[in-house]
């Protein structure tokens, strides 16, 4: 059976909350950022597990009276309101019934039970499991709940969109004690500022790892401080210091153990549990989140296909269209689709500071359309001699740059409406300079709303053929995929070339082949993560402490355009 996902939910969204911009808002401007962050944190995961037994476990008390009984401090800096005593932010809170809608009618189990932390939950649920369990949550008080005996691992999430995946078996290297439980007492002799928990003054990480491998567990660095050990790390201020903290101490082991025989009332046979593809549809609608949801109800279609039982409740009769499930499940292959490749020719390569010179839609040699834009500045000599037009040509023939981007957002809307799939290589440079043309010349459309499933050619080359040498450029990939490239930085040109490097690779990979268009457009988000996270790795480890890589796809967050390194543009 697959393993079983419990997502400690209130973790995930805080952690988009403040992470994800909040310019993400729903037709009533409202913020929904904390919504996506969970609903691709948690298709991601299906993804990565091939797995949609799935739980997404929720607070109902985030500060229990029972560890409040024992620490009246516990979590209680973090009080907002003391009134109502909640610490969730208003922007926050209101977003919560959204993801409550989105999550339950995709067949997302929610797991919460009065009285009780998510953590309690996860603990029971995972005592429960007699299968693996993943646990996913950038919360270390979960590595407690590793155990050699069981198949349990926690994923906390990295910089660079990057998974950390912690087993027992990790604890010795990576903390220095040998069971989730030990952990446990280190993590109580650090102590926890952010929740109340003191620990012991002057004890960090590291010598409370040193005190637990002296003495084997909590109580028997007590039992040694008592007698007036002085070795094994134990000095006598830190003896001293473990004595004056024995009741703290004790306490802290007790507030942070979870229960783990809570009343969920789920049946983990029965997962997962069918989508209803009317209910998704409704919980999105306004809400700006249609991207994220088709993203995961790709990832349940993706994973039914895979083995796991996931009967989708059929649209009623009285439904005008097909909603994002029904449209995930049916939509053929993406190379069976139209394809029309796509590609621009600018005046430099910052993308938010570049204007269209020239920009192509090819589907074959006998249907392209052209455009040659006036971009309303100097056209540097530096990109002169790659596209050879000069400024005075572009003002005497080019029409305005106005023009020629509403155009193409008509094109990418129409295409869009057809389930057509736009092929680009590096597609990400080129759809953000469209972006800034867009909000430049025309902000009253939004360009994401209106694009179309999007294949780049330099993102799944990369996948399909990880380790091989050389640039990626897109001379490079033509000549690696055995394509024709005659005029390289002719823009039809350079989007025809896309178009048959992507069903070259299409023909040699059936992973990339078998992808309907949301599916590839999902799995090429996580791909370029992994790859930007890879190159800022590789630029650090060279020298470049500071370097720094958008992951993001197909369009590049806006203030991380200007710091996009030239290694990432492949042109």
């Given at each position: 059976m697959k393993p079983l996902v419990l997502v400690d939910t209130p973790a995930l969204y805080y952690r988009a909350f403040y992470s994800v911009p909040d310019s993400i808002v729903n037709d009533e401007g409202q913020p929904v950022n904390a919504v996506r962050g969970v609903v691709d944190a948690i298709a991601q995961m299906i993804r990565r597990?091939?797995?949609?037994?799935?739980?997404?476990?929720?607070?109902?008390?985030?500060?229990?009276?029972?560890?409040?009984?024992?620490?009246?401090?516990?979590?209680?800096?973090?009080?907002?309101?003391?009134?109502?005593g909640t610490e969730i932010p208003p922007e926050l809170d209101a977003q919560l019934p959204i993801m409550r809608r989105v999550l339950a009618a995709a067949g997302i189990p929610i797991a919460e039970v009065e009285g009780t932390e998510a953590d309690d939950v996860i603990a029971t649920l995972a005592a429960e499991s007699t299968t693996p369990v993943v646990i996913v949550s950038p919360d270390r008080d979960l590595l407690a709940l590793l155990d050699a005996e069981r198949d349990i691992s926690v994923l906390r999430p990295r910089k660079g969109g990057e998974w950390e995946a912690i087993g027992a078996a990790d604890l010795p290297e990576l903390y220095g004690v040998a069971t989730g439980l030990r952990y446990r007492e280190l993590?109580?002799?650090?102590?926890?500022?952010?929740?109340?928990?003191?620990?012991?003054?002057?004890?960090?990480?590291?010598?409370?790892?040193?005190?637990?491998?002296?003495?084997?567990?909590?109580?028997?660095?007590?039992?040694?401080?008592?007698?007036?050990?002085?070795?094994?790390?134990?000095?006598?201020?830190?003896?001293?210091?473990?004595?004056?903290?024995?009741?703290?101490?004790?306490?802290?082991?007790?507030?942070?153990?979870?229960?783990?025989?809570?009343?969920?009332?789920?049946d983990l046979t029965a997962l997962p549990h069918p989508v209803d593809a009317d209910a998704v549809t409704a919980a999105a609608a306004g809400q700006n989140i249609t991207r994220s949801v088709d993203n995961l109800l790709a990832a349940l279609t993706e994973a039914a296909r895979d083995g796991d039982a996931l009967p989708a409740t059929p649209a009623t009769a009285t439904t005008a269209a097909p909603g994002p499930a029904s449209r995930a499940a049916a939509a053929p292959p993406w190379p069976q689709a139209r394809l029309i490749g796509f590609d621009l020719e600018t005046t430099g390569v910052e993308p938010a500071t570049a204007r269209i010179v020239t920009a192509a839609l090819v589907e074959d040699?006998?249907?392209?359309?052209?455009?040659?834009?006036?971009?309303?500045?100097?056209?540097?000599?530096?990109?002169?001699?790659?596209?050879?037009?000069?400024?005075?040509?572009?003002?005497?023939?080019?029409?305005?740059?106005?023009?020629?981007?509403?155009?193409?957002?008509?094109?990418?809307?129409?295409?869009?409406?057809?389930?057509?799939?736009?092929?680009g290589h590096n597609i990400v440079y080129d759809l953000s300079v469209l972006d800034a043309e867009v909000r430049r010349h025309r902000p009253d459309l939004t360009l994401s709303e209106l694009l179309p499933a999007i294949v780049d050619t330099f993102v799944i080359d990369r996948h399909v053929d990880r380790?091989?040498?050389?640039?990626?450029?897109?001379?490079?990939?033509?000549?690696?995929?055995?394509?024709?490239?005659?005029?390289?930085?002719d823009a039809a040109a350079d989007a025809r070339a896309a178009l048959d490097i992507s069903r070259a690779i299409a023909d040699s990979s059936a992973e990339i082949a078998g992808l309907t268009g949301p599916q590839i457009m999902a799995s090429q988000r996580d791909w370029k993560r992994a790859q930007a996270a890879d190159l800022q790795a590789f630029l650090r480890r060279k020298g470049n402490a500071e370097a720094v890589v958008d992951g993001s796809w197909p369009i590049a967050v806006e203030d991380r355009i200007d710091s996009r390194p030239p290694q990432q543009t492949g042109r």
């Open positions: 597990f091939s797995s949609a037994r799935v739980i997404a476990t929720m607070d109902a008390d985030w500060r229990p009276e029972f560890r409040t009984r024992i620490m009246p401090e516990y979590k209680a800096a973090r009080i907002k309101d003391a009134e109502a993590a109580a002799l650090r102590g926890d500022p952010s929740d109340g928990l003191p620990g012991a003054p002057g004890i960090g990480e590291k010598t409370a790892a040193t005190l637990l491998a002296s003495f084997g567990s909590l109580s028997g660095i007590i039992s040694a401080a008592k007698a007036g050990v002085k070795d094994g790390g134990l000095s006598p201020k830190r003896a001293t210091t473990i004595v004056d903290s024995e009741e703290t101490l004790l306490k802290t082991v007790d507030v942070m153990t979870c229960l783990t025989d809570v009343a969920h009332g789920l040699p006998d249907r392209v359309e052209m455009w040659l834009a006036d971009p309303g500045i100097e056209i540097p000599e530096s990109a002169r001699a790659v596209h050879g037009i000069t400024t005075e040509y572009a003002q005497a023939n080019g029409s305005p740059a106005v023009e020629v981007v509403t155009a193409l957002c008509a094109a990418f809307a129409g295409f869009r409406d057809e389930g057509a799939v736009v092929v380790y091989r040498k050389g640039k990626r450029t897109l001379t490079a990939t033509a000549e690696a995929w055995h394509v024709s490239l005659l005029d390289a930085h």
